[in-house]
């Protein structure tokens, strides 16, 4: 919960700097215009951050303790591979069952 909320407003503050400016510039109420835009990037910037908690929950429960949900033999960190500041982890079981995330796991 703490990350979420410390995500959430480094978010929003991030996005508020040109949120607010272009809808106090664009509304002839200055005051309106500023709750507008902060409103407007707080909605923004909490939502990114939901949408990355949640996506770092399901890697978490895709990797189920290093253990294949399929098998119950552990996972074996195989290769990486990077694209465009991203990077993708795969582990294989024993079974050769494949696990893709974007999160490096650590037994």
Not at 41 to 46: E, K, Q, T, V
Not at 57 to 67: A, D, F, P, S
Not at 90 to 99: A, K, Q, R, S
Request: glycine share 10%.
């Amino acid at each position: 919960m703490t990350e979420f909320l410390l995500c959430g407003t480094v978010m929003s503050i991030g996005l508020g700097f040109l949120i607010v400016t272009f809808c106090c510039f664009s509304m002839d109420n200055v005051f309106i215009g500023f709750i507008v835009g902060t409103i407007i990037s707080c909605i923004i910037g909490f939502g990114l951050c939901y949408c990355l908690v949640k996506n770092a929950e399901n890697q978490r429960q895709k990797w189920n303790n290093g253990i294949c949900a399929e098998c119950g033999t552990p996972w074996h960190f195989q290769t990486a591979t990077g694209r465009n500041n991203s990077k993708t982890y795969y582990y294989v079981c024993e079974n050769e069952h494949i696990l893709e995330t974007s999160i490096l796991f650590q037994k």
